[in-house]
């Protein structure tokens, strides 16, 4: 299972993740406005969800939350969770996954960079979703 979260100076992003998911195909909508896709055999061999949260930045220590506002000011939060299987879903997710303005990606374990510098690693090869800051 995997977690991490996308930080954007963009108030709504279901539209960029709705056409990155689209390549796994078609997203379900669920309350709340979570969007999940499934992997064409069912659950068991992946899926990837996202959901906006409005209350993040409270998880955040004071610090983190003081990096993260020197790049955006208004930062709105979006939970991206799933299980990958035969198919990638979080690399594949973000490789395809473009957006203006500025954002930010959360592995879940400590660290943050920008979307840029997780599809470098990405295309290097490495395990950015357990990388420690």
Request: charge should be negative; proline fraction near 2%.
């Amino acid at each position: 299972m995997f977690t991490f979260i996308i930080i954007s100076n963009i108030v709504d992003i279901s539209s960029n993740v709705n056409l990155a998911f689209s390549s796994f195909g078609s997203p379900k909508e669920e309350d709340g406005g979570r969007l999940i896709v499934e992997s064409i055999n069912g659950m068991q061999d992946g899926w990837i969800a996202f959901q906006p949260i409005g209350d993040a930045q409270y998880d955040y220590e004071k610090d983190e939350l003081y990096e993260i506002k020197k790049v955006i000011k208004n930062p709105s939060f979006y939970l991206i969770e799933g299980r990958d299987g035969i198919e990638n879903f979080s690399n594949e997710f973000i490789k395809n996954f473009n957006c203006q303005g500025e954002v930010l990606i959360d592995n879940d374990h400590g660290k943050i960079s920008d979307l840029m510098t997780i599809k470098n690693y990405i295309e290097l090869g490495k395990d950015w979703l357990h990388l420690k800051s």
